[in-house]
Protein backbone atom coordinates (compact mmCIF):
# COMPACT_ATOMS: atom_id res chain seq x y z
CA UNK A 1 0.00 0.00 0.00
CA UNK A 2 1.42 3.08 -0.82
CA UNK A 3 1.31 6.16 1.54
CA UNK A 4 0.51 9.53 0.89
CA UNK A 5 1.01 12.63 2.91
CA UNK A 6 -1.71 15.78 2.38
CA UNK A 7 -0.45 19.01 3.84
CA UNK A 8 -3.18 21.62 3.94
CA UNK A 9 -4.74 23.85 6.25
CA UNK A 10 -8.04 23.41 4.89
CA UNK A 11 -10.23 21.00 7.09
CA UNK A 12 -12.89 20.47 4.92
CA UNK A 13 -10.59 19.14 2.11
CA UNK A 14 -8.62 17.09 4.29
CA UNK A 15 -11.79 15.21 5.36
CA UNK A 16 -13.61 15.20 2.01
CA UNK A 17 -9.69 14.03 0.40
CA UNK A 18 -9.45 10.99 2.88
CA UNK A 19 -13.30 9.73 3.46
CA UNK A 20 -12.95 9.39 -0.47
CA UNK A 21 -9.78 7.56 -1.02
CA UNK A 22 -10.60 5.32 2.27
CA UNK A 23 -14.42 4.42 -0.41
CA UNK A 24 -12.29 4.47 -3.84
CA UNK A 25 -9.05 3.49 -3.22
CA UNK A 26 -9.48 1.68 0.42
CA UNK A 27 -6.36 -1.12 -0.12
CA UNK A 28 -4.11 1.06 -2.22
CA UNK A 29 -3.33 4.09 -0.04
CA UNK A 30 -2.75 5.16 3.14
CA UNK A 31 -3.64 8.61 3.62
CA UNK A 32 -2.36 10.58 6.73
CA UNK A 33 -2.81 14.29 7.02
CA UNK A 34 -1.48 17.46 8.70
CA UNK A 35 -2.68 20.86 8.34
CA UNK A 36 1.04 22.53 8.55
CA UNK A 37 4.47 22.29 6.97
CA UNK A 38 6.43 22.27 10.25
CA UNK A 39 3.85 18.77 11.80
CA UNK A 40 4.33 17.64 7.54
CA UNK A 41 8.49 17.61 8.51
CA UNK A 42 7.95 16.09 11.98
CA UNK A 43 5.77 13.49 9.68
CA UNK A 44 7.97 12.61 7.59
CA UNK A 45 10.44 11.79 9.42
CA UNK A 46 8.60 9.15 11.50
CA UNK A 47 7.64 7.84 8.07
CA UNK A 48 8.53 8.23 4.78
CA UNK A 49 5.68 8.67 2.44
CA UNK A 50 5.57 7.28 -1.21
CA UNK A 51 3.74 10.89 -2.58
CA UNK A 52 3.17 14.45 -0.81
CA UNK A 53 0.64 16.44 -1.61
CA UNK A 54 0.92 20.07 -0.46
CA UNK A 55 -0.54 23.32 -0.67
CA UNK A 56 0.98 26.87 -0.69
CA UNK A 57 -0.87 29.13 1.51
CA UNK A 58 -0.84 28.20 4.97
CA UNK A 59 -0.24 29.86 8.26
CA UNK A 60 3.60 29.42 9.57
CA UNK A 61 5.58 27.50 7.73
CA UNK A 62 4.01 27.85 3.97
CA UNK A 63 4.50 25.69 0.95
CA UNK A 64 7.63 26.95 -0.69
CA UNK A 65 9.63 27.47 3.11
CA UNK A 66 8.18 23.47 3.48
CA UNK A 67 9.84 22.58 0.10
CA UNK A 68 13.42 24.58 0.79
CA UNK A 69 13.34 22.72 4.16
CA UNK A 70 12.66 19.16 2.65
CA UNK A 71 15.21 20.08 0.22
CA UNK A 72 17.73 20.29 3.02
CA UNK A 73 16.86 16.95 4.34
CA UNK A 74 17.85 15.26 1.47
CA UNK A 75 15.95 12.56 0.56
CA UNK A 76 17.22 10.35 -1.82
CA UNK A 77 15.25 9.08 -3.77
CA UNK A 78 13.83 12.28 -3.96
CA UNK A 79 9.84 11.98 -2.56
CA UNK A 80 7.71 13.03 -5.38
CA UNK A 81 5.12 16.07 -4.63
CA UNK A 82 2.01 17.32 -6.02
CA UNK A 83 1.66 20.82 -4.93
CA UNK A 84 -2.50 21.47 -4.92
CA UNK A 85 -3.51 24.90 -3.83
CA UNK A 86 -6.24 27.38 -5.01
CA UNK A 87 -3.42 29.72 -4.63
CA UNK A 88 -2.36 30.85 -8.06
CA UNK A 89 0.95 32.16 -8.12
CA UNK A 90 2.98 31.07 -11.52
CA UNK A 91 6.06 32.44 -9.54
CA UNK A 92 5.64 30.44 -6.31
CA UNK A 93 4.21 27.89 -8.58
CA UNK A 94 7.27 27.90 -10.77
CA UNK A 95 9.62 28.10 -7.53
CA UNK A 96 7.91 24.79 -6.56
CA UNK A 97 8.93 23.07 -9.96
CA UNK A 98 12.75 24.28 -9.09
CA UNK A 99 12.77 22.72 -5.97
CA UNK A 100 11.32 19.47 -7.37
CA UNK A 101 7.77 19.18 -7.36
CA UNK A 102 6.53 17.08 -9.91
CA UNK A 103 3.13 18.33 -10.78
CA UNK A 104 0.93 20.80 -9.60
CA UNK A 105 -3.21 21.54 -9.38
CA UNK A 106 -4.99 24.66 -8.92
CA UNK A 107 -7.38 22.65 -6.79
CA UNK A 108 -10.89 24.37 -8.16
CA UNK A 109 -9.80 23.92 -11.47
CA UNK A 110 -10.57 20.08 -10.51
CA UNK A 111 -12.98 17.71 -9.08
CA UNK A 112 -11.50 15.76 -6.57
CA UNK A 113 -12.08 12.38 -8.36
CA UNK A 114 -9.36 14.23 -11.31
CA UNK A 115 -7.03 14.89 -8.27
CA UNK A 116 -7.09 11.40 -7.60
CA UNK A 117 -6.23 10.20 -11.24
CA UNK A 118 -3.70 12.48 -11.00
CA UNK A 119 -2.29 11.15 -7.81
CA UNK A 120 -2.41 7.42 -9.51
CA UNK A 121 -0.46 8.43 -12.56
CA UNK A 122 2.18 9.81 -10.74
CA UNK A 123 2.56 7.32 -8.41
CA UNK A 124 2.52 4.77 -11.48
CA UNK A 125 5.88 6.36 -12.85
CA UNK B 1 0.99 42.63 2.58
CA UNK B 2 0.78 45.80 0.85
CA UNK B 3 -0.17 46.34 -2.35
CA UNK B 4 -3.46 45.84 -4.38
CA UNK B 5 -1.96 43.08 -6.45
CA UNK B 6 -0.84 41.08 -3.34
CA UNK B 7 -4.46 42.10 -1.73
CA UNK B 8 -6.40 40.74 -4.76
CA UNK B 9 -4.49 37.75 -5.24
CA UNK B 10 -4.98 36.57 -1.53
CA UNK B 11 -8.73 37.32 -1.51
CA UNK B 12 -8.83 34.93 -4.97
CA UNK B 13 -7.44 32.50 -3.50
CA UNK B 14 -9.35 33.02 -0.06
CA UNK B 15 -12.89 33.10 -1.83
CA UNK B 16 -12.01 29.82 -4.11
CA UNK B 17 -11.49 28.20 -1.00
CA UNK B 18 -15.12 27.45 0.51
CA UNK B 19 -16.68 27.84 -2.96
CA UNK B 20 -14.47 25.00 -4.19
CA UNK B 21 -15.52 23.16 -0.81
CA UNK B 22 -18.61 23.30 -1.97
CA UNK B 23 -18.45 22.04 -5.56
CA UNK B 24 -16.41 19.15 -3.93
CA UNK B 25 -18.74 18.24 -1.51
CA UNK B 26 -21.47 18.03 -3.65
CA UNK B 27 -19.72 16.62 -6.52
CA UNK B 28 -19.29 13.21 -3.96
CA UNK B 29 -22.72 13.59 -2.51
CA UNK B 30 -24.28 13.55 -5.74
CA UNK B 31 -21.87 10.38 -7.23
CA UNK B 32 -22.52 8.62 -4.08
CA UNK B 33 -18.88 7.99 -3.47
CA UNK B 34 -19.75 8.97 0.42
CA UNK B 35 -21.93 9.57 3.02
CA UNK B 36 -23.21 5.78 3.61
CA UNK B 37 -25.27 6.76 6.64
CA UNK B 38 -27.17 10.15 8.14
CA UNK B 39 -24.27 11.07 10.35
CA UNK B 40 -21.78 11.15 7.33
CA UNK B 41 -24.92 12.80 5.32
CA UNK B 42 -25.17 15.55 8.36
CA UNK B 43 -21.40 16.07 8.15
CA UNK B 44 -21.38 16.92 4.38
CA UNK B 45 -24.47 19.19 5.04
CA UNK B 46 -22.78 20.74 8.00
CA UNK B 47 -19.57 21.64 5.55
CA UNK B 48 -21.41 22.88 3.20
CA UNK B 49 -23.23 25.34 5.38
CA UNK B 50 -19.45 26.14 7.13
CA UNK B 51 -18.30 26.80 3.36
CA UNK B 52 -21.21 29.27 2.16
CA UNK B 53 -21.60 31.04 5.49
CA UNK B 54 -17.24 31.49 5.13
CA UNK B 55 -17.90 32.89 1.40
CA UNK B 56 -20.67 35.29 2.30
CA UNK B 57 -19.11 36.66 4.91
CA UNK B 58 -15.64 37.14 3.00
CA UNK B 59 -17.35 38.76 0.17
CA UNK B 60 -19.61 40.83 2.73
CA UNK B 61 -16.19 42.35 4.36
CA UNK B 62 -15.01 42.65 0.73
CA UNK B 63 -17.96 45.18 -0.47
CA UNK B 64 -17.65 46.67 3.23
CA UNK B 65 -13.84 47.63 2.98
CA UNK B 66 -14.34 48.66 -0.29
CA UNK B 67 -17.05 51.57 0.96
CA UNK B 68 -14.41 52.12 4.14
CA UNK B 69 -11.41 52.87 1.86
CA UNK B 70 -13.19 54.78 -0.78
CA UNK B 71 -15.20 56.93 2.32
CA UNK B 72 -18.33 55.44 0.93
CA UNK B 73 -19.63 54.34 3.97
CA UNK B 74 -23.04 55.60 4.45
CA UNK B 75 -24.07 55.74 7.75
CA UNK B 76 -27.81 56.25 8.21
CA UNK B 77 -27.63 57.09 12.33
CA UNK B 78 -30.87 57.21 14.53
CA UNK B 79 -31.70 55.92 18.24
CA UNK B 80 -30.76 52.24 18.22
CA UNK B 81 -30.98 50.06 20.99
CA UNK B 82 -27.07 48.29 21.76
CA UNK B 83 -28.84 45.80 24.07
CA UNK B 84 -31.98 44.20 21.22
CA UNK B 85 -28.65 44.18 18.71
CA UNK B 86 -25.77 42.29 20.96
CA UNK B 87 -28.94 39.93 22.27
CA UNK B 88 -30.08 39.31 18.87
CA UNK B 89 -26.83 38.43 17.62
CA UNK B 90 -26.11 36.25 20.11
CA UNK B 91 -28.87 34.51 19.34
CA UNK B 92 -28.91 34.57 15.94
CA UNK B 93 -25.14 32.76 16.38
CA UNK B 94 -26.63 30.23 18.73
CA UNK B 95 -26.60 26.88 16.57
CA UNK B 96 -23.09 27.79 15.72
CA UNK B 97 -21.80 28.11 19.49
CA UNK B 98 -24.01 24.97 19.97
CA UNK B 99 -21.86 23.24 17.14
CA UNK B 100 -18.71 24.25 18.26
CA UNK B 101 -19.48 23.36 21.84
CA UNK B 102 -18.97 26.88 23.07
CA UNK B 103 -20.95 28.54 25.75
CA UNK B 104 -21.65 32.22 25.59
CA UNK B 105 -23.39 34.36 28.10
CA UNK B 106 -24.38 37.98 27.87
CA UNK B 107 -23.44 40.71 30.61
CA UNK B 108 -25.10 43.80 30.18
CA UNK B 109 -24.91 46.41 32.80
CA UNK B 110 -28.05 48.18 34.08
CA UNK B 111 -25.98 51.34 33.30
CA UNK B 112 -26.44 50.69 29.49
CA UNK B 113 -28.42 53.40 28.08
CA UNK B 114 -31.35 52.28 26.30
CA UNK B 115 -31.08 54.08 23.10
CA UNK B 116 -28.10 55.47 21.27
CA UNK B 117 -27.35 57.17 18.26
CA UNK B 118 -25.53 55.12 16.30
CA UNK B 119 -26.44 53.38 12.76
CA UNK B 120 -27.89 49.95 13.48
CA UNK B 121 -27.17 47.42 10.77
CA UNK B 122 -23.24 48.56 10.56
CA UNK B 123 -23.16 48.34 14.39
CA UNK B 124 -24.93 44.92 14.12
CA UNK B 125 -22.18 43.97 11.74
CA UNK B 126 -19.17 45.36 13.77
CA UNK B 127 -20.34 43.39 16.81
CA UNK B 128 -20.97 40.06 14.60
CA UNK B 129 -17.36 40.23 13.24
CA UNK B 130 -16.20 39.98 16.86
CA UNK B 131 -18.32 37.42 18.21
CA UNK B 132 -17.71 35.36 15.09
CA UNK B 133 -14.29 35.51 15.38
CA UNK B 134 -14.13 34.34 18.81
CA UNK B 135 -16.32 31.72 18.06
CA UNK B 136 -13.98 30.84 15.58
CA UNK B 137 -10.76 30.78 17.51
CA UNK B 138 -12.33 28.74 21.04
CA UNK B 139 -12.13 25.61 20.98
CA UNK B 140 -14.95 23.08 22.12
CA UNK B 141 -15.51 23.35 26.02
CA UNK B 142 -14.73 26.93 25.77
CA UNK B 143 -16.40 30.15 26.84
CA UNK B 144 -17.49 33.72 25.33
CA UNK B 145 -18.87 36.39 27.60
CA UNK B 146 -20.46 38.96 25.67
CA UNK B 147 -20.69 41.99 27.72
CA UNK B 148 -21.36 45.82 27.77
CA UNK B 149 -21.30 48.78 30.39
CA UNK B 150 -21.21 53.04 30.27
CA UNK B 151 -17.62 53.83 30.56
CA UNK B 152 -17.10 57.55 31.83
CA UNK B 153 -14.37 59.97 31.45
CA UNK B 154 -11.87 59.30 33.59
CA UNK B 155 -12.83 56.13 35.13
CA UNK B 156 -10.86 52.84 34.16
CA UNK B 157 -12.21 49.39 32.48
CA UNK B 158 -14.71 47.46 34.46
CA UNK B 159 -12.67 44.37 34.92
CA UNK B 160 -15.12 42.71 36.72
CA UNK B 161 -17.65 43.11 33.62
CA UNK B 162 -14.99 42.73 31.03
CA UNK B 163 -13.06 39.64 32.07
CA UNK B 164 -16.47 37.62 32.96
CA UNK B 165 -15.42 34.14 33.94
CA UNK B 166 -12.20 34.78 32.29
CA UNK B 167 -8.30 35.97 33.71
CA UNK B 168 -7.79 39.48 33.94
CA UNK B 169 -6.42 40.89 30.27
CA UNK B 170 -6.15 44.28 30.79
CA UNK B 171 -3.29 45.73 31.36
CA UNK B 172 -2.24 49.04 33.21
CA UNK B 173 -1.11 50.77 29.94
CA UNK B 174 -4.18 50.21 28.34
CA UNK B 175 -6.20 51.17 31.67
CA UNK B 176 -4.16 54.72 31.18
CA UNK B 177 -5.21 55.21 27.39
CA UNK B 178 -8.54 54.43 28.04
CA UNK B 179 -9.00 56.39 31.48
CA UNK B 180 -8.91 59.21 28.41
CA UNK B 181 -11.92 58.42 26.54
CA UNK B 182 -15.24 59.86 26.57
CA UNK B 183 -18.41 59.01 27.85
CA UNK B 184 -19.28 55.98 25.64
CA UNK B 185 -20.74 52.72 25.84
CA UNK B 186 -18.29 49.94 25.33
CA UNK B 187 -19.23 46.65 23.79
CA UNK B 188 -17.00 43.71 23.80
CA UNK B 189 -16.59 39.81 23.15
CA UNK B 190 -13.95 37.93 25.56
CA UNK B 191 -13.32 34.51 24.53
CA UNK B 192 -11.20 31.19 26.30
CA UNK B 193 -9.90 30.62 22.87
CA UNK B 194 -6.04 30.13 22.18
CA UNK B 195 -5.05 33.73 22.67
CA UNK B 196 -3.05 35.95 20.17
CA UNK B 197 0.90 35.93 20.06
CA UNK B 198 2.66 38.80 21.23
CA UNK B 199 3.93 38.93 17.86
CA UNK B 200 0.50 39.57 16.20
CA UNK B 201 -1.08 41.91 18.16
CA UNK B 202 0.10 44.73 16.04
CA UNK B 203 -1.26 43.23 12.71
CA UNK B 204 -4.91 42.92 14.46
CA UNK B 205 -8.02 45.46 13.04
CA UNK B 206 -5.64 45.89 9.78
CA UNK B 207 -6.50 44.49 6.27
CA UNK B 208 -4.71 41.91 6.18
CA UNK B 209 -4.17 39.93 9.14
CA UNK B 210 -1.99 36.50 8.90
CA UNK B 211 -1.62 35.30 12.21
CA UNK B 212 1.54 33.90 13.01
CA UNK B 213 -0.70 30.57 14.56
CA UNK B 214 -3.87 29.22 12.95
CA UNK B 215 -6.11 27.94 15.40
CA UNK B 216 -9.01 28.04 14.52
CA UNK B 217 -11.31 25.38 14.09
CA UNK B 218 -13.26 24.15 10.94
CA UNK B 219 -12.88 25.71 7.58
CA UNK B 220 -12.71 28.99 8.39
CA UNK B 221 -8.94 30.09 8.80
CA UNK B 222 -9.96 33.65 8.96
CA UNK B 223 -7.79 36.53 7.30
CA UNK B 224 -8.48 39.20 9.46
CA UNK B 225 -10.63 41.43 7.25
CA UNK B 226 -13.66 41.04 9.37
CA UNK B 227 -11.79 43.23 12.30
CA UNK B 228 -10.44 45.68 9.66
CA UNK B 229 -14.03 46.05 8.84
CA UNK B 230 -15.36 47.05 12.45
CA UNK B 231 -12.74 49.27 12.50
CA UNK B 232 -13.81 51.15 9.57
CA UNK B 233 -17.54 50.91 10.81
CA UNK B 234 -16.33 51.81 14.33
CA UNK B 235 -14.57 55.04 13.80
CA UNK B 236 -16.57 56.26 10.76
CA UNK B 237 -19.02 56.42 14.26
CA UNK B 238 -16.22 57.98 16.31
CA UNK B 239 -15.33 55.23 18.30
CA UNK B 240 -12.31 53.49 18.85
CA UNK B 241 -11.48 49.59 18.62
CA UNK B 242 -9.00 47.50 21.11
CA UNK B 243 -7.82 44.37 21.93
CA UNK B 244 -6.18 42.47 24.60
CA UNK B 245 -4.92 38.89 25.02
CA UNK B 246 -2.76 36.22 26.83
CA UNK B 247 -1.73 33.63 24.69
CA UNK B 248 -2.76 30.37 25.47
CA UNK B 249 -5.26 32.24 28.10
CA UNK B 250 -7.86 33.87 25.35
CA UNK B 251 -8.57 37.74 24.28
CA UNK B 252 -10.59 40.38 24.80
CA UNK B 253 -12.04 42.81 22.04
CA UNK B 254 -14.37 45.79 22.35
CA UNK B 255 -15.26 48.63 20.72
CA UNK B 256 -16.71 52.47 21.55
CA UNK B 257 -19.43 54.00 20.68
CA UNK B 258 -19.93 57.32 22.08
CA UNK B 259 -22.95 58.45 23.82
Redesign the interface.
Known sequence: MKKILLID?????L??FR??IR??RNEVYEVTTV??GKEGLIKIRESRPDLIVLDL????MEGIDFLRELKKENFNPQIPILIS?????MEKIGEGIELGVKGYVV??DY???GIIKYIDDLLKN | MDSKEDFNSVMIHELRGPIDSIKKISEVMRDGRVCGNKKEYAEYIQMIHESSSYALELINNLLDMARIETNRLELSTRPSDIKQIINESVQFFDIDAKIAKVSVTISIEKNVPDLLEFDPIYIKQAFNNLLLNALKFTAAGGHITVWSFLHREGEPFNEEVVNGQNKLFINDNKNKEFVQLPDCVVVGVTDSGSGILEADMDKLFTKFTQLSSNNSHGSKKGIGLGLAVTKGIIETHGGIVGASSHEGAGSVFYFTINV
Not at chain 1, 57 to 60: E, T, W, Y
Not at chain 1, 85 to 89: E, L, M, R, V, Y
Open positions: DDKIFKIDTQETGKMPGSNFSDKSSLE
